[in-house]
């Protein structure tokens, strides 16, 4: 079984920047197509970011495209979220997740993953 926690949320104010980590316990995370996905209140969770199981390609939803950084490191069996510019709508509890199996673009839907972290929040003051 995968465990996953991340970490690295808190407060930050508008345009600053913030690093969440999401370590992984129980298997090697070097096979499987990991991902971020946020949910703010009231919302649905999104999806925020993507990265194959060999470090690339990666894919990102338009609203934090060229601000969001998604990277990984299996030697360390973590992977990261590299948040820059943030604004206030991206106020949101941020999740890493993990797919063993994975077609086309499904790494953008929420059932595609098959394990998740407990989330961290992230909160951007104006």
């Known amino acids: 079984q995968l465990q996953l926690v991340e970490s690295g949320g808190g407060l930050v104010q508008a345009g600053g920047s913030v690093r969440l980590s999401c370590a992984a316990s129980?298997?090697?995370?070097?096979?499987?197509?990991m991902g971020w996905f946020r949910q703010a209140p009231g919302k649905e969770r999104e999806f925020v970011a993507a990265?194959?199981?060999?470090?690339?390609?990666?894919y990102y939803a338009d609203s934090v495209k060229g601000r969001f950084t998604i990277s990984r490191d299996n030697a360390k069996n973590t992977m990261y979220l590299q948040m820059n510019s943030l604004k206030p709508e991206d106020t949101a509890v941020y999740y890493c997740a993990a797919a063993r199996n994975y077609f086309g673009d499904s790494f953008y839907y929420r059932n595609s993953y098959d394990y998740w972290g407990q989330g961290t929040q992230v909160t951007v003051s104006s």
């Open positions: 129980g298997r090697t995370l070097s096979s499987y197509l």
């Open positions: 990265i194959r199981a060999s470090g690339g390609p990666t």
